[in-house]
């Protein structure tokens, strides 16, 4: 079965630029999106289709995808940024979702 | 206004079979190339994705859950439900729907519920 990996665990210090990625076997080739999760709440989708940010996402969340690895980045990170965050893809007709990562903004 | 609203008992006995509910507004489950997923997160736990269904009625579940787990839906009613039996205490979490769009190659989840926490303990 198809398997996406991140980091568990990304730090950063605020105002700095946070990278978190996400591999999976050519992955490029799929379409890659990325949620944010604040302890107690629900998922929020911050990235997809790659790179496209829904309505109401801040400019500063950007995202890319290109063969083996999806990256999210977070430009001028901030302390409202720490959260869980997770990618996610399509395989074949199911879903599949990488096991998250912890961004610590310090 | 799109929301979704998960329903369902808060407490199951191992052996049993869960029934959860997800009541949604602000859109219609017979649109084109939207759906609604059940996704679940452990305590502590990753996402996991358990299965969703489509306008068309097209359906898919989880590889390793399929034989457990049957999702339908009630159009004129606004609902998806999702069944799952011989649950299990392993099967402890928090039960999310969401609604799916379908873009391309892509599936990816806009809007989600609350979330309702299930627990499997006798």
């Known amino acids: 079965s198809y398997e996406l990996t991140q980091p568990p665990s990304v730090s950063v210090s605020p105002g700095q630029t946070a990278s978190i990625t996400c591999s999976g076997d050519?992955?490029?080739?799929?379409?890659a999106c990325w949620y944010q999760q604040k302890p107690g709440q629900s998922p929020v989708l911050v990235i997809y289709q790659d790179s496209k940010r829904p309505s109401g996402i801040p400019e500063r969340f950007s995202g890319s995808n290109s063969g083996n690895t999806a990256t999210l980045t977070i430009s001028g990170t901030q302390a409202m940024d720490e959260a869980d965050y997770y990618c996610q893809a399509r395989d074949s007709s199911t879903v599949v979702f990488g096991g998250g990562t912890k961004l610590t903004v310090l | 206004q799109v929301t979704l609203k998960e329903s369902g008992p808060v407490l199951v006995k191992p052996t049993e079979t869960l029934t959860l509910t997800c009541t949604v507004s602000g859109f219609s489950l017979s649109n084109a190339r939207m759906g609604v997923s059940w996704i679940r997160q452990p305590p502590g736990k990753a996402l996991e994705w358990l299965a969703h269904i489509f306008s068309n009625d097209e359906k898919s579940y989880r590889t390793s859950l399929k034989t457990s787990l049957t999702i339908s839906k009630d159009t004129s009613k606004s609902q998806v439900v999702l069944t799952m039996t011989n649950m299990d205490p392993v099967d402890t979490a928090t039960y999310y729907c969401?609604?799916?769009?379908?873009?391309?190659?892509?599936?990816?989840?806009?809007?989600w519920g609350q979330g309702t926490l299930v627990t499997v303990s006798s």
């Open positions: 050519n992955l490029g080739d799929k379409s």
């Open positions: 969401a609604r799916t769009r379908i873009y391309s190659s892509s599936y990816y989840f806009d809007y």
